[in-house]
């Protein structure tokens, strides 16, 4: 019985690992939760739960699928990295490290493609943008979307205020019967009345540019949250491989 006793007191589960990894997941289970439940409220407001396949009626990017994707996400992970700390079970343990480790991986691999082809990623923004112009008041998430980015970045359109033409609500030609015709939305409009002097009465930088104006410009603090949100992880998979190896070490001294 001595030996034996000796044996368990000589490897035991670290409660400060256990209970710290336990807290750190279940702030992410609950914001996962919450991103989904808006997610999920937003799409039965719109009707699409009650008729999925309109999921796919939509020609623009839906905003709610970052919620959705990123809530989902972020609960799966919050659960298993909870419970398998709360448990002390390996597998649940196991499948939050390599997750997590397959995220970090992607998300490394895709900061790298984005340095490396910088110009076909510029081009895909461009044709995204585009592609989100034509189906702008066919979602009310992707305007307010496309709203917010061209007031926020002071921009309109993709390259100018001449890619509304591509919306058939904007498009300036006589056989469009719109009262928007041969305009712009709000969001392109001046706000301060100090910029007329030099841009008229709408921007006419492109948001493409801007963006890229901005990055530039607030380069160090993007930086820093990618870094941090990398830290995060990897904090998350050495206390997971932590864990699993004190489990390990009490299962193999019974």
């Known amino acids: 019985m001595s030996r034996k006793h000796h044996r368990i007191k ?3 589960v670290s409660c400060c690992v256990k209970y710290f990894l336990f807290g750190f997941n279940i702030i992410f289970w609950l914001l996962g ?6 997610g999920l409220w937003a799409w039965a407001e719109k009707g699409v739960l009650s008729n999925l396949s309109s999921i796919t009626d939509l020609g623009g990017f839906d905003p709610v699928w970052l919620f959705i994707v990123v809530g989902g996400v972020m609960f799966v992970l919050g659960f298993a990295g909870c419970i398998g700390a709360l448990r002390e079970n390996t597998l649940l343990l196991k499948f939050f490290s390599v997750f997590l480790g397959l995220i970090f991986f992607l998300e490394l691999t895709a900061g790298i493609l984005a340095f490396v082809f910088k110009d076909w990623i510029k081009d895909q923004l461009n044709f995204f943008i585009n592609n989100n112009i034509k189906a702008y008041r066919d979602d009310i998430d992707l305007q307010n979307l496309i709203d917010f980015a061209q007031e926020y970045w002071s921009c309109c359109g993709a390259h100018g ?3 509304w033409n591509q919306n058939i609500y904007f498009n300036c030609t006589d056989k469009n019967p719109s009262r928007e015709r041969c305009g712009v939305p709000f969001s392109c409009c001046v706000k301060d ?3 007329l002097d030099r841009q008229k009465d709408i921007y006419t930088k492109g948001c493409v540019g801007q963006f890229e104006k901005w990055l530039q410009d607030n380069l160090i603090i993007v930086a820093g949250i990618f870094v941090g949100i ?3 992880q990897i904090f998350g998979i050495c206390l997971a491989q932590n864990l699993m190896s004190d489990v390990k070490a009490v299962k193999a001294s019974w």
């Open 10 to 12: 000589g490897a035991e």
């Open 33 to 38: 939760a919450a991103f989904l439940g808006i």
């Open 161 to 163: 205020p001449d890619d």
């Open 193 to 195: 009345p100090a910029d």
């Open 230 to 232: 990398a830290l995060l």
